[in-house]
């Protein structure tokens, strides 16, 4: 039986591992235990129960990891996944009962409603850049959907994945929910395995293989991508306001390193200068004047990653575009707020999603342009607009695709649990957050109750032309049409 | 055969038609809908004719299953359009005020449909109606094993929708592959699970969202009836739902049912009379059950029959004119459990009918296989009932009577596990489609101060009370009235 304690984890989690985990989860969930409401809230309390306990130590694991900063710590993960637990538990009755619908002639006399069940046995990938949080937000919607669960979180945050092998081994039923540590061998044997539904939060890269692996067993995926999420700036808006707002959807999360972090920035050409002056004085009010040692600034995840933002700048074309900031401390893996203006269209930094401090400003003469920009890319999790101008704004609701939009603020969406979190195209399929995550892990099966009562013959054969004649008036509701037909007209 | 020069050419158009924002206009979308449902009408006959040549279909069950279904559909659609392209507001927390949000629809792009051949019509159109109402450029690639049904597919569609924005293209699996090599929005496909495979596996190098629409075997438990009137209803719908659904080759049929022993006789008698007297004494020449699709089906169907145990088990029909790929409608009784005919899905018209001690046991029966489009149960044990609600899973269940859940516009169809995944019909067909946006939008007004850095305790106190939507605390904290008691002490 595959365990969350043995260490070293190298040659013990293969194959075969993964196929008795799986086996001994299904036991677990066709014994029935999962489906209870008891269960599920149990679970869910236990969680709560995990993150208040120990929020000292998932500080000290995102320290560990990222050096994230306690407050963005507590606000971006901790806060938001007590909040996801707590509306969870409050909603999850409600969620859990069936839905009656309205059923038409054409099915009369019938009654119908849709019943929630769990998918059955589900796995949950997760990232590195909001390792708590996004391993036990989709656990919440796996659990209170009944479903049995594997969390295979990121190695590349090493701290919190052992962290939260350890608290879940302890305050979960470890009979149902179990996590796997572990990198690329033990995710390929996870994946080797026939789950019911996949759930990934990462790359694209990784994206592809998880769907390809899940096309074998015709296993439903939802994939949590990312993209390059862009910022019009207009120059009708509050500058000090838009400044903040800007920053803290860029430094401000996990320095650049998330999701649906500003990846750059879109202006006018004249309004640019105005921009990044604005810029320059909050970054220095929030981060001070040595942004490098602030401790309000995660680092850089590693060193393979310090690399990548740091080869972004490698292009003369590119580093003789800066404007604020640059400069890097290898040692600490730490990189500072970093603005460039008008790099080219062509470099590597316009080409992939950034996943980092720097923050690129492309000009353009009229704002509309813009959309013609964002258009020609992937479709983003999110795009960003800052304008009083209505009309501006209902082009961009019209025009602009991503999974989610945000206008005069960054980022902010994702802490409403009425709205769905998820992305298109590039940037994935499926949602979750609030009742989405329930639904995500849910089948929704339709159930039909029907009486022996009244029926049409003219549904079975023989069939004659009578018959025809009073099924197209059926199938169409015309009534008039019915009674003709019946009476022979 | 289409050669790639053409569907790149095709595919071009195609997204210079997308790009020009026509198919997102609601007047272009009605258009074609309103089309659409002349075109079923006006070309009712020709639809008939090549149902009856591809598989030998009646022209009633035509209507009822594929013409009538689908102008059902469109009405809806159109009634609907409107609503269903309209945002939802969605509430918000009050923390947030004045922060407003909504859910807007909008489509996914250019979208592939892949049908199959046992309702060529209903299973190409259906989807089609769903990728249309959501605003998308769409190509239908129908089933060349239903080669007269995908030909007039091909001209009715050409001549009467926007031909730049809807195409079908025909061919075999070779046409299938070069069309999977592109990269779609959204590939909606209708078969079996062999090919879902493939189509997955090409849809995850572009990271395309698919819905899969497969089969499975579709159990109906059968309880004792008392009453013959019910007996008689129940059993005429079991008997439509397997025979006279395009002689059971459909993902929702009937493949096999579940009874009591001491109930399993009786039901064989009435069902041998009822099938005379709805499919005739000779059911080929009174074309009220369908024919087999072609020779490769109809020799795995008789294959089924090979097995010695299994042919011994046959109590009414049985006969095979391999000339006419015609199978009389066949029952069994008790096949065993592991032949073939008991783990695959059937697609045709053999029934067989395993006996159970007790109704009950249909329960762990079911739940010990795959799970399927469909479970029907014709029942009046309301416990029974619950225990097949809460212990089965499959794609929907119905309660007396079969096939029906088919025509309905407000409950979901589609799979779970080996049966699929994704759904359809209704406004269901318009979501399958869509990509519902989340849109918020905030005010430059309020802000909450506390948000931004540089980080201290009394803001960590503050978010601590926003969070639980404790407002009052928020305030008091801010006004100076409430000590930070339980702030962290790592900072």
Partial sequence: MASEDKKPKAACFDGEAARSLVTELRKTFDAGKTKSYEWRVSQLKSLLKLTKDH??????????DLSKPVLEAFVSEIAMLKSSCEFTL??????????????SITTFPSSAEIVPEPLGVVLVISAWNYPFLLSLDPVIGAIAAGNAVVLKPSEIAPATSSLLAKLLGEYMDRSAV?????AVPETSALLEQKWDKIFYTGNGKVGRIVLAAAAKHLTPVDLELGGKCPVIVDSNINLIVTARRIIAGKWGMNNGQACISADHIITTKDFAPKLIDALKVELVKFYGNEPLVSEDLSRIVSSNHFARVTKLLDDDKVAGKIVHGGQNDQNNLKIAPTILLDVPEDCLMMNEEIFGPLLPIVTVNNLEDSFKIINSREKPLAAYIFTTNKRLKEAFVKNVSAGGLLINDVALHIANPYLPFGGVGESGMGSYHGRFSFDTFTHKKAVLYRSFAGDASARYPPYTPGKLKLLKALLSGNILGIIRALIGW | MEPIGDLERELEELRETYKSGKTKEASWRRSQLKSLLSLLEEREEDIFQALHQDIGKNHVESYRDEVGILIKSVNYALDCLKQWMSGKNVKLPMVTFPTRAELVPEPLGIVLII???????????EPLIGAIAAGNVVVLKPSELAPASSSVLATTLHSYLDNKAVKVIQGGPSV?????????DKIFFTGSP??????????????????????????????????????????KRILGGKFGACAGQACIGIDYILTEKKFATTLIEEMKVLIKKM???????????????NKHHFLSLKSLLDDPMVKASVVYGGSLDEDHLFIEPTILLDPPLEAAIMNEEIFGPLLPIISLEKIEESVEFIKSRPRGLSVYAFTKNEKLMRRLISETSSGSLIFNDAIIQYAADTVPFGGVGESG?????????????????AVVRRHFLIEFWFRFPPWNDYKMQLFKSAYRYNYLSVVLITLGLKKSSQCSKTH
């Fill in chain 2, 176 to 184: 299938g592959d070069q069309l999977l090599q592109q990269k779609w």
């Fill in chain 2, 421 to 437: 995944f994704g759904r359809y019909h209704g406004k269901f067909s318009f979501d399958a489609f869509t990509h519902e946006k």
């Fill in chain 1, 90 to 103: 409050k909603q999850l009755k409600r969620w859990m009962v069936p839905e009656k619908v309205k059923t």
């Fill in chain 2, 194 to 235: 062999r090919v879902a495979r493939i189509v997955m596996t090409a849809a995850a190098k572009h990271l395309t969202p698919v819905t899969l629409e497969l089969g499975g075997k579709c159990p109906a438990v059968v309880d004792a009836l008392s009453s013959s009137w019910d007996r008689e209803m129940a059993i």
């Fill in chain 2, 279 to 293: 499919f005739g004494e000779n059911p080929r020449e009174s074309h009220s059950v369908a024919r087999i699709i």
């Fill in chain 1, 55 to 64: 929020e000292n130590d998932i500080i000290e694991a995102l320290r560990t």
């Fill in chain 2, 115 to 125: 049908s199959s051949w046992n309702f060529p019509f209903g299973l190409s159109l």
């Fill in chain 1, 178 to 182: 179990k996590v796997i540590e572990g």
